[in-house]
């Protein structure tokens, strides 16, 4: 695994019974104060665990 989780992440991209959600920090924008948002590292979307998994 060659990618760092970003700091939003729950788990890494893939990971079974997760899935991937907008971010609720920039709103999917990927962007915060002119810099990349630091929850998503500027993806716009965050890795969450689903139904409580
Ligand atoms: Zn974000």
Do not use: F
């Amino acid at each position: 695994m060659s990618d760092p989780l970003n700091s939003g992440d729950d788990a890494a991209p893939g990971t079974p019974g997760t899935g991937e959600n907008v971010c609720p920090r920039c709103r999917g924008t990927g962007r915060l104060d002119d810099a990349d948002c630091p929850e998503c590292g500027g993806t716009g979307k965050v890795v969450e665990g689903i139904g409580g998994a």
